[in-house]
T-cell receptor
Framework: DAKTTQPNSMESNEEEPVHLPCNHSTISGTDYIHWYRQLPSQGPEYVIHGLTSNVNNRMASLAIAEDRKSSTLILHRATLRDAAVYYCTEANFGNEKLTFGTGTRLTIIP | DSGVTQTPKHLITATGQRVTLRCSPRSGDLSVYWYQQSLDQGLQFLIQYYNGEERAKGNILERFSAQQFPDLHSELNLSSLELGDSALYFC?????????????FGSGTRLTVV
C-alpha cells in the first residue's frame, strides 16, 4: 500500500498562503499524487491531483518534486473555510484504492 | 452536493442486527469504493467495484459484504453488528480505473450500534 507522511498539524493566518508538505517514500512512476480534504462530519473532498508537472486549479496548486518523493499543496490565500484535515495519497491503474494516513489538520487563525 | 448520494444519513441499530447502506455514484462513474472511518482507525478502504464486478478488497470483515447493481448503485451489507462497527461509512465513485481520475465522496452514513 502507498505510504505517505505528513505533519500532524499546521497553523496559518487567514489570507496568507499555506504550504502543506507530503512525503511519498514508496511512490512508483505511474502513481498519481492526489490531495483531499475533510471537514468535520463530512466526506473527503477532492482538491487536486497530478503526475509529474505542477498543477493549478481553482482551489489550490500542487507542486511535485522532480524525483516525485515529495509534493506540496499550496493554498494561495487561506480562508476560515479552508480549516480541515488534508490528506495526500496515491493512485494508479491496478492499485486504485486510496490509502489515507492521518493527514494534516490545518487550523486557520483569524 | 458532490453527486454521490448515500442513504441513510444516520442509522442507529442494536448489536446483532443487520443493516444495508446504499450508494448512488455520480452519473457516468463506473467505479465505487467503500470506506469506513472510525475515531481510532481513520479512513480505511473496505472494497471496490467496477462496472458490477468486485475489483479490490481491503480490510473488510467477513460479516460485511457489498455488491454493485446493473444501474451502478452499490449496497454495503453489515451483519451481526458489534459496538465496534459504529463508524462513518463513506462511498466514493470515479469515472474509471485510470490513476488520473479524481474520486468523489458522498457525505456518508453514520452508523451507531447500541
Amino acid at each position: 500500500d502507498a505510504k505517505t507522511t505528513q505533519p500532524n498539524s499546521m497553523e496559518s493566518n487567514e489570507e496568507e498562503p499555506v504550504h502543506l508538505p507530503c512525503n511519498h517514500s514508496t511512490i512508483s512512476g505511474t502513481d498519481y499524487i492526489h490531495w483531499y480534504r475533510q471537514l468535520p462530519s463530512q466526506g473527503p473532498e477532492y482538491v487536486i491531483h497530478g503526475l509529474t508537472s505542477n498543477v493549478n486549479n481553482r482551489m489550490a496548486s500542487l507542486a511535485i518534486a522532480e524525483d516525485r518523493k515529495s509534493s506540496t499543496l499550496i493554498l494561495h490565500r487561506a480562508t476560515l473555510r479552508d480549516a480541515a484535515v488534508y490528506y495526500c495519497t496515491e493512485a494508479n491503474f491496478g492499485n486504485e484504492k486510496l490509502t489515507f494516513g492521518t493527514g494534516t489538520r490545518l487550523t486557520i487563525i483569524p | 452536493d458532490s453527486g454521490v448520494t448515500q442513504t441513510p444519513k444516520h442509522l442507529i441499530t442494536a448489536t446483532g442486527q443487520r443493516v444495508t447502506l446504499r450508494c448512488s455514484p455520480r452519473s457516468g462513474d463506473l467505479s465505487v469504493y467503500w470506506y469506513q472511518q472510525s475515531l481510532d482507525q481513520g479512513l480505511q478502504f473496505l472494497i471496490q467495484y467496477y462496472n458490477g464486478e468486485e475489483r479490490a478488497k481491503g480490510n473488510i470483515l467477513e460479516r460485511f459484504s457489498a455488491q454493485q447493481f446493473p444501474d451502478l448503485h452499490s449496497e454495503l451489507n453489515l451483519s451481526s453488528l458489534e459496538l465496534g462497527d459504529s463508524a462513518l461509512y463513506f462511498c466514493a465513485s470515479r469515472r474509471g480505473t485510470f490513476g488520473g481520475y479524481g474520486y468523489t465522496f458522498g457525505s456518508g452514513t453514520r452508523l451507531t450500534v447500541v
